[in-house]
């Protein structure tokens, strides 16, 4: 007799199904309570000494570079963490143009447009954070959105698509994560859970275990290619395209959706002056070297314009894709109208500039980095196309010309020797490697360098990873203090401000500095920045000070008047207040002023004669 089936209820059925869900959230937990792995937080306060800012992740590169020793670093700009209510927020996002490379982040194109903007909109917070890291692609821009999304920006800027074959995760790279868009996506966000983190370590261990060490020798860009050779419509060409595509479609529309207005550049590169790196003839398409050398004789006969195609079919061509292909821009163009985003052609702006039209080392260091010259044209275009769009700060701005403008932030660049030296060798780093030259060839460039100078040495230390940027201009700024060449001090000491503006300590090095040199006029605008991101006796008595020898007695009266609020034991302050009220026609307030002062100083025969001349004075009054 066959026995009657048991029905078991509802729950014994979803029993085998929320047990290991149970297990995988309490293992999350766990993990998370004991710090395991890598906080991959976009944006998240880095310090104690700025509580109130949030920075891009310093780490946040392990999340996309997994497999490389050495990692780049995202730019450390700050923005409050709470967003002020006259704050025009703007996050710039793409790769190593928009970090500035090879410059120090001051040069880069974000930066000049946040000091005009600085310029133009003085009572406005002016935040522009860069966005920008070298060999990323639209991979880590996508997964940076929501966050920026988060922090209330006012206006996104788009530079972005050279890396899209070799950057992280890209089609021909190194760090590979397939040819799914889909599949690559999802794994870069299961890249925030722990346990993801613990099951992908432990599977990199163990095959850890049968496999060579990892090298780190080489440029970033060096070890960034994985399958080199990407021929012009070839199959991974169009994987890439696709990929570039769908990742940007994905970013506008977020955007789009959270209302948050988009402006898109497109890209340039250097097309007259850089053969391209490997030429090959295959699918009946031409060699790259062949097409490059017609363009460089048809330039040289005078036909410009003939030449102009000839440079980019040859850049096309070139199988080695570190230059954005040309159907990038069409892309971009293209999605700019879908969306409704307002599109600059930075490739044109940059051809107006140059000289047959043609983009070349007039305005890029290497093959797509501008220099200097050429990243403020990109501010300058995006700033034009923010006032066009009627995207800039909702306020009436300084009237000045562009023309005064760009004559005044030239003249406060900064930027200074140090700086130069820092980006002439790095320029070396990268062309003295592959592709610039073969494979497993010395860096020739970086070994012949000598230093010269002490601020020689200083740059090669930078390069050399043996110091960090702040301390360099430091060390250049004590040593030009040393040498008496006070202008050259004050320069290393803003292009520190410029660089970390929300950082107190170059504001006190410099104050404390040039008041004990008596340097007091120099003095001044460090102390008032001092004094504006933290008050105290020191700033404020010496404000006073220096408003009093240089007779403006009022501001003098007012820092003085502050710097009693700190102290009023201090005899100096007493009698600096005491000469202000005196030459204002104040006399009572200038005896009771200088009474305190002797008060605290009986014996200071300055004072002594300064009472008595005070009430002679009031006596033949």
């Known amino acids: 007799m066959k026995k009657n089936k048991k029905n078991f209820p509802k729950w014994f059925y979803a029993v085998p199904v929320i047990i290991p869900i149970v297990f995988f959230i309490l293992l999350e937990i766990l993990l998370r309570t004991f710090n395991y792995g890598n906080d991959y937080t976009i944006f998240k306060s880095i310090s104690s000494y700025y509580p109130d800012k949030l920075f891009i992740n310093p780490n946040i590169a392990r999340k996309y570079f997994s497999n490389l020793n050495n990692i780049p670093a995202p730019v450390d700009d700050a923005f409050d963490k709470i967003k002020k209510e006259n704050a025009y927020r703007v996050f710039v996002i793409g790769e190593s143009s928009v970090e500035g490379f090879p410059f120090v982040a001051n040069a880069s194109f974000p930066r000049d447009l946040r000091r005009r903007l600085e310029l133009l909109f003085p009572d406005k917070t002016i935040e522009v954070i860069n966005c920008g890291m070298s060999a990323i692609n639209t991979y880590t821009i996508r997964d940076y959105v929501p966050s920026i999304i988060k922090q209330k920006p006012d206006l996104i800027l788009i530079y972005t698509g050279h890396n899209e074959y070799y950057g992280a995760f890209g089609v021909a790279s190194s760090v590979l994560g397939g040819y799914s868009r889909g599949l690559t996506n999802l794994y870069i966000k299961l890249e925030n859970f722990k346990t993801f983190q613990l099951i992908a370590n432990t599977v990199k261990w163990i095959g850890g275990i049968f496999k060579r060490p990892q090298q780190s020798g080489g440029t970033l860009m060096e070890r960034m290619v994985g399958k080199s050779l990407v021929p012009l419509n070839s199959e991974i060409f169009n994987l890439g395209v696709d990929q570039f595509k769908g990742n940007m479609i994905d970013i506008l529309k977020m955007f789009k959706n959270a209302k948050i207005p988009v402006i898109i550049g497109s890209l340039t590169c250097n097309l007259k002056d ?17 097409v490059y050398k017609k363009a460089q004789t048809k330039l040289a006969t005078g036909d410009s314009v003939e030449a102009k195609k000839l440079f980019l079919e040859a850049k096309e061509l070139d199988e080695l894709r570190f230059r954005a292909p040309q159907i990038f821009n069409s892309i971009l163009k293209s999605l700019s109208i879908t969306f409704d985003d307002p599109f600059i052609d930075i490739d044109s702006v940059f051809e107006a500039h140059s000289k047959y039209g043609i983009v070349g080392s ?43 403008q760009d004559s005044i932030l030239n003249a406060s660049f900064p930027f200074t020797q140090l700086d130069s030296t820092i980006a002439m060798l790095t320029i070396d780093v990268i062309t003295g490697t592959y592709p610039f030259v073969p494979k497993n060839t010395p860096n020739y460039k970086l070994m012949n360098f000598k230093p010269r100078n002490f601020i020689d040495t200083l740059a090669l230390d930078f390069i050399s990873r043996k110091i960090n940027l702040d301390n360099a201009h430091a060390r250049a700024a004590e040593r030009y203090f040393a040498e008496g060449d006070i202008k050259s001090f004050c320069r290393e000491v803003n292009d520190i401000i410029a660089d970390k503006p929300y950082n107190i300590e170059p504001y006190d090095f410099a104050s404390k500095k040039l008041v004990s040199t008596q340097h007091f006029n120099e003095a001044l605008p460090f102390l008032l920045g001092l004094n504006k991101m933290q008050p105290s006796a020191f700033s404020t008595k010496w404000l006073g000070q220096i408003y009093l020898i240089n007779h403006d007695y009022n501001n003098a009266l007012k820092y003085l008047a502050q710097s009693l609020q700190f102290s009023t034991n201090d005899f100096q302050v007493w009698y600096n207040i005491a000469g202000a009220y005196y030459y204002t026609n104040k006399l009572d307030d200038a005896l009771n002023a200088i009474g305190e002062s002797l008060k605290l100083n009986p014996k200071n025969v300055q004072a002594i004669n300064f009472y008595h001349q005070l009430l002679e004075i009031k006596n033949k009054n």
């Open 362 to 404: 007039n305005l890029i260091v290497d093959h797509l980095h501008p220099n200097i010259d050429g990243y403020k044209l990109m501010a300058k275009a995006f700033y034009q196309e923010m006032k066009k769009s009627n995207l800039l700060p909702n306020e009436a701005a300084v009237n000045l010309t562009e023309t005064v």
């Open 274 to 290: 850089l053969k391209p790196f490997i030429s090959k003839k295959e699918n009946g398409l031409p060699a790259a070297d062949d």
